[in-house]
């Protein structure tokens, strides 16, 4: 599971996306002024910068809404082309999540033990899928998640699927038949890299 990231604007590269996305957000601007998170800890239901294209971001709001007004986050990157929560996004709105790293929480006992996992001075960038309901004035998106890495395993058995650089054209234009390829090779150049750290 994917329940929380977060943004540090020190890193050039999402300070551009984040530019990016406000610059939109003025120019398609209806009159109702929407709070976008730039930075800091991101939580489902917050407004964040997406990539839907190449150097193509707009604003959108982190959760499907659920039937049980608690909004949907993830969808299991196994499952999603069949799910028909997610089955038309997936074939037709794929988008990108920019963040510097995200959050886990590790079982130990009756506690959780919070964990940062990222890459120093490296900006990742999650596979997600969108859709805009009616009456709705931001499309929402959920982040895909697949089974943890080895080494990762030991703090939550999911994670996010984490596409490179290499892939984010396939992932955002090319047809559904090429996604198996990119999620079964997403997250290496992540893995290879990564740090966890304990947070107090």
Same mark, same amino acid.
């Given at each position: ?41 991101? +939580?489902?239901?917050?407004?964040? !910068? @997406?990539?839907? /294209? &190449?150097? $193509? ?83 929402? +998106?959920?982040?895909?998640?697949? !089974? @943890?890495?080895? /080494? &990762?395993? $030991? ?46």
């Amino acid at each position: 599971m994917c329940g929380r990231y977060y943004i540090e604007i020190d890193d050039r590269e999402l300070q551009n996306i984040c530019d990016a996305v406000q610059k939109k957000q003025q120019e398609e601007e209806t009159g109702e002024q929407l709070e976008i998170k730039l930075c800091g800890e991101i +939580f489902p239901t917050d407004i964040v !910068a @997406a990539m839907t /294209g &190449l150097n $193509e971001y707009r604003p959108m709001k982190w959760g499907f809404g659920g039937f049980d007004k608690k909004p949907l986050i993830n969808a299991r990157s196994e499952t999603a082309l069949t799910k028909p929560a997610f089955k038309e996004s997936m074939y037709q709105r794929r988008c990108l999540i920019p963040a510097s790293g995200y959050y886990e929480w590790k079982k130990d006992g009756n506690k959780k033990i919070k964990h940062q996992i990222h890459i120093p001075g490296q900006a990742m960038y999650f596979a997600g899928c969108y859709k805009k309901d009616k009456g709705e004035p931001l499309p929402r +998106f959920v982040i895909l998640t697949r !089974a @943890a890495a080895h /080494g &990762l395993e $030991e703090i939550h058995e999911r994670m996010p699927v984490i596409i490179p650089k290499k892939f984010t054209r396939s992932w955002l234009h090319d047809n559904a038949g090429a996604m198996a390829g990119i999620l079964s090779d997403s997250g290496a150049d992540f893995i290879e890299n990564v740090i966890m750290r304990e947070l107090k």
